[in-house]
């Protein structure tokens, strides 16, 4: 599958100038957020894959997505997509991308964990031939609320990459 994002939307590798407005983006929609430190973290490990979307008229960024390759093993840690910037296809194009640099490194399976209540990101996932693995029970903690699963989900990372 490859990435549905606008040719004038194209994403390009993180680095470390982003760290700030990823941080940013990563604290509108989950508690608790990664600050600039981890975020950096992610992104000097030596297996992190981690692209951004910026607007094309200015230097802003729309959406980004970190992960890591270990062995034959890629994960996403995260995805998010600024609100006015969803539904355009930029959250498939950062996975695509993720999934094509990630097979480069040697990775043949591609997974990630999603909160049980985020309907649009496991509709998307869904989309793009994830399968549902297993559950993490009680795994998301938030402050002040019930505990909340993590769907655990994987897929094959040769389809991804348009190698099949």
């Excluded at 990823?22 to 992610?42: K, N, T, Y």
């Excluded at 998307?124 to 609320?145: C, E, I, N, S």
């Amino acid at each position: 599958m490859r990435g549905q994002t606008s040719a004038r939307f194209v994403p390009c590798k993180a680095t470390a100038a982003d760290t700030a407005a990823i941080a940013g983006l990563h604290a509108q929609f989950f508690s608790p957020p990664w600050d600039e430190a981890a975020v950096a973290d992610v992104l000097r490990h030596p297996g992190s894959v981690a692209l951004v979307v910026r607007a094309p008229d200015s230097a802003r960024l729309l959406g980004y997505i970190l992960g890591r390759v270990v062995s034959d093993e890629a994960e996403i840690l995260s995805l998010g997509i600024a609100e006015e910037a969803r539904r355009l296809g930029h959250a498939s194009g950062l996975v695509a991308r993720l999934g094509e640099g990630a097979h480069a490194m040697g990775a043949a399976r591609l997974y990630l964990e999603v909160a049980a209540g985020n309907g649009p990101a496991i509709a998307l996932y869904q989309r793009l031939a994830f399968k549902r693995l297993g559950v993490r029970r009680g795994y998301y903690r938030h402050p002040g609320r019930m505990a909340e699963d993590a769907l655990l989900f994987g897929r094959d990372l040769v389809s991804i990459a348009g190698v099949d």
